[in-house]
């Protein structure tokens, strides 16, 4: 090793995340470098301070209190929607039920779950795809939140789907004809638990969506709608492909678009070729 | 709930102001009891929790802003280099940032450059360095490879060394 050290091996040193190989090579090249010396000690004391410093806040005893009273009530009325009513309307004395309350309650679950083991496929399925929304979810709030363009930026659906060609491994159709007031932005290349996956871009008036489409050897069924965070998720397989539709708009819109983008993979409605 | 410091003080670096970050505990609270049973018993429950704190920043509006301000740049930082950044001249720099932070044991100054960073770099500084937490738990917390992790934490180093930099001016004295 006659070069520095790289960063990362620096960062790595000090945060003790180097293998045994690793180790012995980093500590032959310190023991004649006094340059990365200096700086893996550096970054030690710097880690060492920075440890203490970032512990600054400490939870006031009312978020507490509030939080034993949501756990009381979550345990009570599950109902997400009365959660939000609870967490606006002032405390009541009834429900201070304390730490115990909550552990307890966690404590129940935790029983439930070793009891629901022979469910537990089922649940991993469930789990499996709960982290795909996730996923879809992140991914559309990064394309929201960036103020880069498209990878392919038109809104002719001719230039859209060749732009694919090579970079996915199957292929998709656009609907000839959209529903109203929807226009096509572009699309970008992007990745879903480690696939490569088509990320079409729409607009719904002024509401942004996202289709991502991805391949799938199950038979086309359309799911329902589920929601994340306040954004509508949509998921359809048709034609070997399986789509997922999220935004903010209102769910017969995007329902409109679910079903348009559908049939041009099986092939009920003119496609672009 | 062991927990609740943690998330509260890492909740509060993030969203930077007391509001924001009870609203963003009690929010992850809620999500944590409501998907429970989603929660494999035996793997990794800090990471578990932090990842559903994290999610519920980015969706806030101050993690939205946030998003917009930063472009990470991964690529830039993929352990493949020699680390001449940190050389220049081969020589041993003995008036660092962090060797006056300890010589002068100055909290405030790390704090005051701790807030300079940006939410991305800053996140990674407090789950490594703060939170103890392995790349493992990190990347699992982010959803991100492991190499992203170390090269995020470094990136995020030689920011904090940086604002470390304009913190210190040469001449200051600082409080011991």
């Excluded at chain 2, 559903?52 to 280099?81: F, M, P």
């Amino acid at each position: 090793m006659t070069d520095h050290l790289s960063p990362g091996f620096l960062t790595a040193l000090a945060d003790g995340e180097l293998s045994a190989d690793q180790l012995a090579l980093v500590n032959e090249h310190l023991a004649g470098c006094p340059s990365c010396t200096s700086s893996a000690l550096h970054q030690s004391l710097l880690k060492s301070a920075t440890a203490k410093a970032g512990q600054r806040y400490t939870p006031p005893p009312h978020l507490q209190e509030r939080l034993m009273r949501l756990a009381s009530q979550t345990s009570s009325q599950p109902d997400a929607s009365t959660l939000r009513v609870a967490h606006l309307s002032p405390s009541r004395p009834s429900w201070r039920l304390g730490w115990a309350a909550a552990a307890a309650m966690l404590l129940v679950s935790l029983s439930l779950v070793l009891l629901q083991r022979a469910d537990r496929r089922t649940e991993n399925a469930s789990a499996e795809q709960a982290a795909l929304v996730t996923e879809v979810f992140d991914q559309h709030i990064a394309t929201l939140a960036a103020s880069l363009p498209p990878q392919v930026l038109s809104t002719d659906r001719h230039t859209v789907k060749p732009w694919f060609q090579g970079k996915i491994p199957f292929s998709f159709n656009l609907p000839e004809s959209l529903p109203r007031d929807t226009t096509l932005d572009g699309a970008n290349l992007t990745y879903l638990h480690s696939q490569p996956v088509a990320q079409l871009l729409f607009s719904i008036g002024r509401h942004r969506v996202s289709v991502f489409l991805r391949q799938n050897p199950g038979v086309g069924t359309d799911k329902p709608i589920a929601e994340h965070s306040g954004f509508l998720v949509m998921e359809f397989t048709s034609g070997g492909l399986e789509g997922f539709l999220i935004s903010d708009v209102d769910p017969a819109r995007l329902g409109e678009l679910a079903i348009a983008i559908a049939q041009a993979q099986s092939g009920d409605q003119k496609q672009s070729k | 709930m062991p927990l609740l410091p943690s998330l509260y003080n890492v909740a509060f670096w993030l969203s930077r102001n007391a509001a924001d970050a009870e609203d963003l505990v009690q929010e992850t609270f809620l999500k944590a009891l409501r998907g429970f049973a989603a929660f494999e018993p035996g793997s990794n429950f800090k990471a578990w929790i932090f990842r559903i704190l994290r999610n519920t920043y980015l969706t806030s509006r101050a993690g939205l802003a946030a998003r917009r301000t930063v472009a990470l740049e991964d690529e830039l930082w993929d352990g493949n280099d020699t680390g001449a950044a940190l050389h220049p001249e081969s020589a041993i720099d003995r008036e660092t940032p962090e060797m006056n932070l300890i010589r002068l044991g100055d909290r405030a100054a790390l704090q005051s450059a701790m807030e300079m960073l940006p939410a991305p770099l800053l996140e990674m500084i407090l789950l490594c360095d703060v939170e103890e937490m392995k790349y493992r738990e990190i990347a699992t917390v982010l959803e991100i490879p492991i190499g992203t992790v170390m090269s995020r934490i470094a990136r995020a180093r030689a920011a904090l060394r940086e604002a470390l930099q304009s913190t210190m001016t040469p001449g200051k004295e600082f409080r011991v």
